[in-house]
């Protein structure tokens, strides 16, 4: 009989990240080593639909977000997904506001969308993990510590090499630009934003073109060339006495910041002070986070965040003060498998045990096989006919790591021949004995 | 200052849920609990894109489902939400085939979307909680017995009270309506399915207006009268000694199922033969089944699912068979919390201790957090100002089980008054003790 189906090409869309098993079960631990280390400062799980009303999601957005938005119309519904998990957070703090306990703390792990230009390492659909401590009309600057804690713990604990979490603070930067007669932050942040690539030099130009004055460019560089230990640029700032109130109280923050951290017991190499951190100059009002992988600068920041004196205002007109911090985790798990950084675990399966029954004994084996998943273990049976070669390499292929036969002879003695698949060492041991090794 | 700020509504879209931190954490909990149980029988978990080619995606579908796509155009995109998460499980299988090792045994918990009518209860964004087994051209029946175990493990660790899964065969059905002449099956078993609401004279005038002859009526009213222990049921099928080869291979099939159940330790409680089962018939071709909670019938099947001999015949030539099932997991979480037998527990948060620092201790109360954190506990520090009473009743409102005051005596001693939150005993411990009493 001819076959002559249609074949429709299976695919998916440019900008769409799927993994195969071995890739998806690394992913999965990764994201389950965020989810608990977030759980250990008692963050909250949080899960918001991905579609919402566009008038409630777009409340706040133009320009390029907007645009990238997956926006259309579904019956009379004007729909969007999600473009990010922060402004979820504030609908829904605004509209349950009654009933949450504050300090409301949240982490929330959840794919948004942005139709972005798909290029290398862009994705249109991604994970974001994001924590959030939202105060109700207050929240203590030791929150802002803590975050930095919450960052060291979960890269520590993702184990991608040495890192460094970058801190500054909004408002002693706005104030050092109000001491001095700047005016326009956002073009001059842009411009500094570019120091570490195009050097002093051509900042100072730019700036001047600004229509700063000489004086002003050059307490800008002074500012941008401060380095040392957290205490050392502190102590530095603190000596120029600079008469703003903003100024003074950001450089407060930030030495407070600094103090907990030590009582949070971060480690002195894990965190800098940096002047010249750009990021979220337009939604941030105080401290704001950047972090580094030090051998994989290039990447940019994996982890950045801050601090917002009002979530929610689009939604109500209760004060709600936050902090929070988002890990692009799509991205950064592509880069870094692209690396060579991660990947090539050989695991594609939680199974721990595969039970591979031969001549009559189907049936025990799989009674077996429930007694010892009782117990907690992942056991599989091999089910399906054919050479026992075959069935060896079913466990060779997907990374099981013991396998065991099951004859006539294990059935009558209640034993099994356990082979370490990577060793290649076998041990005849009771199913008992079996539970208890593999427990461990 | 007036503020005049414009306050848009917070609100989501009629037909999603989201939840309160409570509910939210019991269906976290309860998602774990599947996913733990899927693992603990070798399923390797998947993640697929939400939004797919509208071709690809609904290469097949046609009315209904079609209808209730959500789709819509990016740039010169065709795009569709997935709406179910076969589909996409047919999509990755025949797009990354020669990568993937054969049986793949996959699980995928996740959203998919249907932009049904709303109405109480049904929801147009929920999770699918799903197994498949996908052979390579063939697959053993036994992995149809495993299904069956898989549904009880997973229902008996859910805790939702008795439940009942049925077990019918496509084959066996088909073959029977070939015996007695029937060639309109899908009508006949519309008509069949309403039978336990309408009884048997209208069930018999219904088929006599299809067309069916007398003799055909009498004999499908026996079939489906017939009741008693699998093996009764079986015993009688046999009986019947119908000369049909479909027939002949369901009924074998059932055997085989039912006999490997017992290996499995299915209680015999927990399945029964119904061979009422209209479920999918326009799209299973073996095993059916459906699952009932013994003390909540109305809900209707709970997890469902089925054999299919070609999972994947839009998208490749290879015959891709396959057995899996579904828990629509959204709907059931809400009927069961709105029928009042899951939810109330109290439990807000996973922090497990909440430390409340008093005079000068917030440094070293970050310090003991930070140890007892290290030791896998979930802790949490009161961090902002205000009265000792709105503390503790911070840690009341949410359910944290333990607290812990930390004054300048406790700092002096290395001690904490440890306080049991629901008793309201308070014991005196060093750190170790509160680690190793929390670890439990």
New interface residues.
Partial sequence: MK?D?Q???????AG??????ED??L??SMINTIKKTY???????????????S??LL?KSGGETAKQV?R????D?D?SLRFDLTVPL???V???YG???F?F??YHIG?V?R?EKPQRGRFR?FYQCDIDIV?NG???V??DA?IV?IIY?TFKALGFGDFTIMINNRKLLNGFFDSVGVDNRLDVMRVIDKIDKVGEAVIAKELLELGLTQVAVDSILELTRLTGTPDEILQQLGKWSIDNASFAEGLNELNQVC??L????VPQANFALNLKIARGLDYYTGTVYETFLNDYQSLGSVCSGGRYDDL??????QKLPGVGISIGFTRLFYKLREAGIIGGTGR????KL?LIPMQDT???T??IA?EI?SK??????Y???GKMGKKFS?AD??GIPYTAAVGSNEMENGVLNLKDMKSGEQMELTIDEIIRKLCQ
Same sequence: chains 1, 2.
């Fill in positions: 076959d189906r074949i429709i090409e299976p695919s998916i869309l769409f990240m799927e993994l195969l098993p998806q079960i992913f999965d759980e250990s400062y008692g963050f909250i799980p949080l899960d918001t639909p991905v579609i919402e009303k008038e409630v409340a997956y259309f119309n579904k019956g519904n729909l504030a609908r829904y605004a509209q349950h009933q949450l306990t300090p703390r949240r794919k969308y139709g659909e105060g207050n929240l203590s030791i929150n803590e804690s713990s103090q907990y030590n009582a949070f017991k929610a205002s689009s939604y109500t007109k594609c399966t939680p199974t595969l189907m049936a025990y799989l009674e429930t998943r907690g273990i992942n056991v599989e049976v089910m399906n006919e079913y292929k997907l």
